[in-house]
């Protein structure tokens, strides 16, 4: 026998004769003919542990990373710096191996974890009421505009285009299932055009979602969106950048109803996309409705104070086809990574980061935007990211920009093409504390050479 | 936790509920057998006042930790006034399943369908 | 009974904390960067400033790496001892993933790199989609969705999708009344009525009742196979030629797939879309309630509607290496794909994990966990029957195949404890106590699972642990009425939770 089982061959024989049968195959015999595997599984030997290391180092020497080049890609992940102590305790098998906290007796450290990390996400937030973890950001989106479905029953949502193309496009698929038509609400000079979100509302409308700051890094007028939503009675969902939140108001200040979002910029890695968590927060009135797992304080039997999942009827296991959502594994592991990095930033430090990427993202914009051939996308003021719009001719030169800088070993940022045919000279630059003035510079250099070239080219083949 | 008792002045429904009828205007509520297979009930979620509600039908759910309960209506009419006390001590409806563990009150309809109810005797040996 | 309280473990006597409520004003473990920019005022507008700082913890990194380390002893935990947890297939977690998963080549792979860079990771990817294809016997995979109930919903959108471009409105799912929660939650997410099928009289769905509920209104049959109560149905071809004869799909909850590999595969059961729980089979660590992934494979008929991106491979013409891309399809009237599901590929890094297992496994290694667990299975059963038969029946057939289902009714009618009392008492045993109360469909259930990497030794004291609280609580039953003892706190007023919820540090 391979890989992790430890069954010997006295082990089997004693094991077939108390079950009382000849062969383990005898233990199949419920399977019909019919549906049988006639032959091996088609896969490859098993390998030592040492070859399939090898093999994996082998794929990811294949991927150039963030450690191997000077990175402003960001357009919803971000390179933060994950302390080392979120390493260590997310590795800790007593965090890493245990499920869902079923049996609270035996549970009260991953209990507890989700108790303090609800606490955390809503002071961030602003809203009072959080839940232990969704999947992802887009996903977030996608459950509070079925949470708003349910409550509200109205079959129209509006959605900024300033929210995350991910996220809209999630909202599209998951809207077909229960039923409501997505409209997308225009931005003007880098934000959601109020006059546009007012003519689109009406008592049709249960849902607006907009994201702060926005996916160009623009801060939105979150109170007056809010404000004109609640004129007819919609719920305001808001993505936000958790990071953010040290210098932005908090969107439950600013009216929004729900605020969800990507948790990966909280102490998670990249990981090419996930596991990373969605967070989910809302006022008190939602409580009953939100989805997923929600820890709560009690007493034991003695009086100690303890911790249980609690408000389990909204859930799938139990209120099934009435449940407020179908979740059930989340992602608990990565939501104790981001209440241990918000430990670790602390009530100032959150500040700290979030001035120092406001200030760095407004160097950065500025120097880039004095090169040759680059301009602001718009004035507005932003945070974390910015776009630029290159004097280059379409989509495939912005492409070939972003290839030069990358042969020179910087990635230079998100080619908003991708997403926004509106704009297919746009770049998307992400701003971390992990890239200096040094870097910001280095950029400049880099960037300001690619497009200088690139409108070489196209000049030389246009006069030939 | 109430005794097991079943009041011989109420109206019962075979869904383990149980009417008070008082000039046109009913009170709604759920039986001692009904609260005790639920468990502690740690959440009453009321219909909205002026809302109908039909005979038969659910008007309510009532829940416990693990297990969530439609409430069934024993008599058809329109909502005139629901226990708000009990948002703050769901226990009453364990407690005191006829006094303070009320639900709603209700004007009735069609007070004809009072005679579909059971009484004390024909509910219980029903149980 | 005062067993265990007097005195009071180290743990029982320290009344928790939360870490909002250690450190002190001023105290910090993170050090920003210097400024190294000109500092400009007046950046973000007046009314867009946080008016008041968020209250996160002030506290040290030793007083935080203390907290939750000691938080960390609080949690039983499956490397510590035996997590029999029915349905969630609680198998060793082998370290060598979580340490290919965080070379920084995958873990500091930032999802928009062009693809050109991140070749390594497409290859996975792919090799990874043809490796769950040869697995569940179907040809082609999304990787997208990010859980079992995220791939259940991912299901049943394309079981729309595919009906709609036939030009049928479909109304109704059918699910047995042994299925996840997750079953009927998603048909509702997904816009469907849920219609419940019988069981018959040895577990298995009741074809009578299958037949009967099967009209041209049903869009989909969803199945898990083995079912919840641990029983391969016998009649699944039956099934699947009733359901397909009107048209409608038959999507198969991969939950219980750890049961089958190498014996029997999902395509050839007649199903066109199957969900991996890759935290289950595949061994991703669960984390405390995840993360997991759950791809999907599909057939033929259902492939042109999968979500977006996909990872394809193509042949240079040139002849060279092949290069591995993402199609991301923007959408457009010739697209007939759901779109996405979550944003960016998926969880990666759960994809690392399980890219390495099947890896280390290889084909044989797969049927190998499979004949092991359900060797186990049945041992832990045999030996359960033996011991407590009259107690804890199992609630059908003889045998099971990965998991089983006893029944505590009698025990509860003989001695005076619940299940529930049974699966506190376990915990003084040192042993994560089986799912319990599910499925609906048992009275009292124990669903246990007791995975194939577990040794005889270990089952051998499951059993016994099991024996010796029946006997227990045939002489006095309030101990397990009471249990546990030994355990940091005892059993919680989770109704009280529910009344007055405190989900947040008071701050």
């Keep these: 026998m391979a890989g992790y089982t430890s069954v010997t061959p006295e082990d089997l024989a004693h094991m077939l004769d108390v079950i009382g049968v000849g062969s383990v195959e005898e233990l199949f015999d419920g399977i019909p003919a019919g549906v049988r595997l006639r032959r091996p599984i088609d896969l490859p030997p098993g390998q030592p542990e040492q070859a399939v290391y090898a093999e994996l180092r082998r794929l990811a020497a294949r991927n150039v990373s963030t450690e ?141 979602v907009i994201q702060q700051p926005n996916f160009l890094g623009t801060i939105e007028d979150v109170t007056a969106l809010s404000a004109a939503a609640h004129e007819h009675g919609a719920l305001v969902i808001c993505a936000a950048d958790p990071l953010t939140l040290g210098v932005l108001e908090a ?66 296991h139990i209120r099934r086809e009435k449940a407020t959502s179908n979740i059930c594994t989340s992602q608990a592991l990565n939501a104790l990574g981001g209440v241990v990095y918000l430990s670790w930033l602390g009530r100032q430090g959150i500040v700290e980061l979030g001035e120092l990427m406001l200030q760095r993202t407004h160097y950065a914009r500025e120097t880039l935007a004095a090169l040759d051939g680059v301009t602001k996308l718009h004035d507005r003021p932003v945070v974390r990211e910015f776009a630029l719009r290159l004097a280059v001719s379409d989509r495939e030169a912005v492409g070939r920009v972003l290839e030069r800088c990358a042969a020179a070993g910087v990635n230079a940022g998100y080619a908003l093409g991708r997403s926004y045919d509106e704009h297919p000279d746009g770049l998307l630059v992400a701003i971390t504390e992990q890239r200096s003035r040094a870097d ?25 | 936790m109430a005794e097991a008792g079943y009041p011989d002045e109420l109206l019962y429904h075979a869904e383990h509920d149980w009417a008070r009828v008082d000039d046109g205007v009913a009170t709604f509520g759920i039986t001692w057998f009904a609260q005790d ?39 058809s009419g329109e909502i005139v006034e629901v226990n708000t006390a009990l948002a703050d001590t769901p226990e009453a409806i364990n407690d005191d399943p006829y006094g303070d563990g009320w639900m709603v009150k209700v004007k009735l309809s069609d007070p004809d369908e009072t005679t579909a109810l059971l009484d004390r005797d024909t509910y219980v040996a029903g149980l | 009974m005062t067993e265990g309280r007097n005195p009071q473990s180290p743990q029982q006597r320290e009344r ?32 867009s400033r946080r008016a008041a700082s968020p209250r996160l913890p002030e506290a040290s990194e030793p ?58 990771a497409l290859e996975l ?51 047995p009344d042994s299925a996840h929660g997750t079953n009927p939650a998603t048909v509702t997410m997904a816009g469907y009525e849920v219609v419940k099928v019988a069981l018959d009289a040895a577990g298995g769905v009741d074809l009578d009742d299958l037949r009967a509920k099967t009209d041209e209104n049903v869009a989909c049959l969803m199945l898990t196979n083995p079912s919840t109560l641990g029983i391969f149905d016998p009649n699944i071809e039956q099934m699947a030629s009733i359901v397909h004869e009107t048209g409608a799909t038959l999507y198969y909850d991969g939950a219980n797939l750890n049961a089958i590999m190498g014996y029997s595969r999902p395509g050839d059961m007649g199903f066109d879309i199957v969900h991996f729980n890759l935290h289950k089979t595949f061994t991703q660590p669960h984390g405390g309630g995840g993360p997991g992934a759950g791809p999907i494979a599909v057939s033929d008929r259902i492939e042109p509607f999968l979500p977006r991106p996909q990872v394809v491979r193509r042949a240079p013409s040139n002849g060279g290496p092949p290069v591995y891309d993402l199609d991301e399809d923007r959408g457009g009237r010739e697209s007939k794909s759901i779109g996405k599901l979550r944003g960016f590929q998926g969880n990666y890094g759960v994809f690392v994990r399980t890219y390495a297992y099947i890896r280390s496994l290889g084909a044989e290694g797969l ?39 006893l029944s505590g009714a009698p025990m509860k009618k003989q001695l005076g404890i619940r299940t529930l009392d049974l699966a506190k008492r376990l915990l003084d045993h040192g042993v994560h106590p089986p799912t319990v109360y599910f499925p609906l469909v048992v009275e009292e259930a124990l669903l246990v699972e007791p995975t194939e990497t577990e040794t005889r030794e270990t089952l051998d004291q499951f059993v016994d642990a099991v024996a010796a609280i029946v006997a227990e609580a045939a002489q006095d039953p309030e101990i397990a009425r009471n249990a546990p003892y030994t355990t940091p706190v005892r059993r919680l007023d989770e109704a009280g939770a529910a009344k007055r919820p405190r989900v947040r540090q008071a701050l």
Excluded at chain 1, 292 to 303: N, S, V
Excluded at chain 3, 17 to 22: G, M, Q, V
Excluded at chain 3, 374 to 398: I, M, S, T, W
């Design chain 1, 68 to 208: 191997d080049e000077i990175t402003f890609l960001g357009a919803g992940m971000y390179d933060h710096y994950v302390p080392s102590i979120i390493d260590m305790l997310m590795s800790r098998s007593e965090f890493l191996t245990p499920y869902t906290p079923y049996q609270p007796e035996v549970s009260q450290g991953g209990l507890q974890v989700m108790f303090e990390y609800q606490t955390a996400i809503s002071e961030l937030t602003g809203l009072p009421v959080s839940n232990a973890s969704v999947y992802e950001g887009p996903s977030a989106v996608g459950a509070a505009a079925y949470m708003a479905k349910l409550a509200s029953k109205r079959p129209r949502l509006l959605v900024s285009r300033g929210v995350h193309p991910h996220s809209r496009a999630t909202l599209e698929t998951l809207a077909v299932g229960y039923g409501t038509t997505v409209e997308e609400i225009a931005l003007e000079d880098g934000v959601t055009e109020l006059d546009a979100l007012r003519a689109a509302l009406s008592d049709e409308v249960g849902a607006v």
């Design chain 1, 251 to 316: 969107p439950g200040n600013q009216g929004v109803d729900v605020c969800v979002g990507e948790g990966q910029s909280l102490g998670n890695r990249l990981d090419f996309g996930g596991p990373s968590f969605g967070f989910f927060a809302a006022t008190e009135k939602h409580l009953r409705a939100m989805p997923g797992r929600i820890a709560g304080e009690t007493t034991d039997a003695d009086g100690r104070r303890g911790f249980v999942l609690t408000l389990q009827t909204r859930e799938q």
């Design chain 1, 440 to 464: 910001i510079d280095r950029l400049a250099e880099v960037l300001g050479a690619a497009v200088a070239a690139e409108r070489a080219t196209v000049g030389a083949g246009a006069t030939a």
């Design chain 2, 37 to 75: 297979a639920l468990g502690e009930v740690v959440f009453f979620d009321p219909p909205e006042v002026g809302s109908s509600v039909t005979a038969g039908e659910f008007y309510a759910e009532v829940e416990s930790v693990k297990a969530v309960s439609d409430v069934i209506a024993p008599l």
């Design chain 3, 16 to 47: 928790a904390t939360t870490i909002f409520e250690k450190g002190a004003p001023g105290r910090r473990a993170f050090r920003a960067p210097d400024l190294d920019v000109p500092a400009v005022d007046g950046l973000i507008p007046a009314a």
């Design chain 3, 63 to 120: 007083e935080i790496v203390r907290h939750y380390v000691n938080l960390s002893k609080r949690n039983f935990d499956l490397d510590s001892g035996f997590y029999p947890l029915g349905s969630c297939t609680m198998k060793h977690n082998p370290r060598l993933h979580e340490r290919v998963a965080a070379l920084p080549g995958h873990a500091r792979l930032h999802p928009l790199q062009d693809p050109r860079r991140a070749q390594g």
């Design chain 3, 125 to 175: 990817m792919f090799e990874l989609q043809g490796a769950l294809a040869e697995v569940a016997g179907l040809p082609h995979v999304s990787l997208q969705p990010s859980a079992g109930s995220h791939g259940e919903l991912a299901g049943l959108l394309l079981t729309r999708a595919y009906h709609a471009d036939r030009g049928e409105q479909r109304t109704k799912v059918l699910t």
């Design chain 3, 367 to 405: 049927k190998d966990v499979s004949e092991v667990a359900v060797l186990n299975a049945n041992y832990v059963l045999a030996r359960l029957r033996e011991k407590v038969g009259d107690q804890l029946p199992l609630a059908f057939g003889e045998r099971c195949m990965h998991e089983f289902v």
